[in-house]
C-alpha cells in the first residue's frame, strides 16, 4: 500500500447538494493533487496544492475547491453538485512540489454517485 | 494537456504469453513519463518513471521502453501471470500534474 488514505471510500449524493472528500497523504510528502476519473476515461488533474496554497489548477469550474493543511492532509470540496460529477476521485501525494520525475503515490480512490 | 493514447484499450493474454502495448503522445514537451499499475479496488500503483530518450526499466517480468523522438512507450509483459491482470496507466508529467491515457486493461487468462 502507498499510506495515502481518501475517506469516505463510497458515498451517494443528491444533485444540488455540496460534498466533501479527504485525504491523508504519504509521511514526509508536502504536495496533494487531486484527479477525477470518469468512467472510460483516464483520471482527469482538478489541482494541486504545495505547503496549503494551490499550486496549480486544471479545467474544473470554481465549484470545484480544495483545502490543505499544516500535516498536508487535504480537502475536494464540491458544491452544487451534477449528475456529471458522478466519478472516482483520486488522491495523489508527492514529495517537493511534486515536479520533475517526482513520483506520485496514489490512494484507492472515492467513490462518488449523485442522484 | 497533453494528449495521452494508449493502445489497445483492452487485451486478453493466454497465462505464459508474452504481450505489450503502447503509450503514444505527440510532443515531447514532459518532464517524465509514469507507468502505473491499477488493480480493481486497490489505489493504482507506480512502476516506472521515465525521462530519457532510450530510457529501459525492468521491475521482474515488466518492462518499458520510452522513445521520445517518435513519441511512444511500450510497457512489455513477459510471461504473463494471472496476477498481471490490471489496468495499466501511461501518465506525462509536465511542470505539476499527470495527464494519463485511457489504460490497457489486461485479463490473463489460466
Redesign the interface.
Known amino acids: ?2 499510506g ?1 488514505t481518501q475517506s469516505p471510500t463510497h458515498l451517494i449524493k443528491t444533485r444540488g447538494q455540496q460534498v466533501t472528500l479527504r485525504c491523508s497523504s504519504q509521511s514526509g510528502h508536502n504536495t496533494v ?1 487531486w ?1 477525477q476519473q470518469a468512467l ?6 482538478i489541482f ?1 496544492y ?1 505547503r496549503e496554497e494551490e ?2 489548477r ?2 474544473f469550474p470554481p465549484r470545484f475547491s480544495g483545502l490543505q493543511f499544516p500535516n498536508y492532509s487535504s480537502e475536494l470540496n464540491v458544491n452544487a453538485l451534477e449528475l456529471d460529477d458522478s466519478a472516482l476521485y ?1 488522491c ?1 501525494s508527492s514529495p517537493g ?13 472515492t467513490r462518488l454517485t449523485v442522484v | 494537456i497533453l494528449n495521452v493514447e494508449q493502445s489497445p484499450q483492452s487485451l486478453h493474454v493466454q497465462e505464459g504469453d508474452s504481450t505489450n502495448f503502447t503509450c503514444s503522445f505527440p510532443s515531447s514537451n514532459f518532464y517524465a513519463l509514469h507507468w502505473y499499475r491499477w488493480e480493481t479496488a486497490k489505489s493504482p500503483e507506480a512502476l516506472f518513471v521515465m525521462t530519457l530518450n532510450g530510457d529501459e526499466k525492468k521491475k521482474g517480468r515488466i518492462s518499458a521502453t520510452l522513445n521520445t523522438k517518435e513519441g511512444y512507450s511500450y510497457l512489455y509483459i513477459k510471461g504473463s501471470q494471472p496476477e498481471d491482470s490490471a489496468t495499466y496507466l501511461c501518465a506525462l508529467r509536465d511542470d505539476y500534474k499527470l495527464s494519463f491515457g485511457a489504460g490497457t486493461t489486461v485479463t490473463v487468462r489460466a
Open positions: 500500500e502507498t495515502v493533487s484527479y472510460g476515461q483516464g483520471p482527469q488533474f494541486q504545495y499550486n496549480g486544471g479545467n483520486l495523489a512540489g511534486g515536479r520533475g520525475g517526482t513520483e506520485a503515490f496514489f490512494g484507492q480512490g
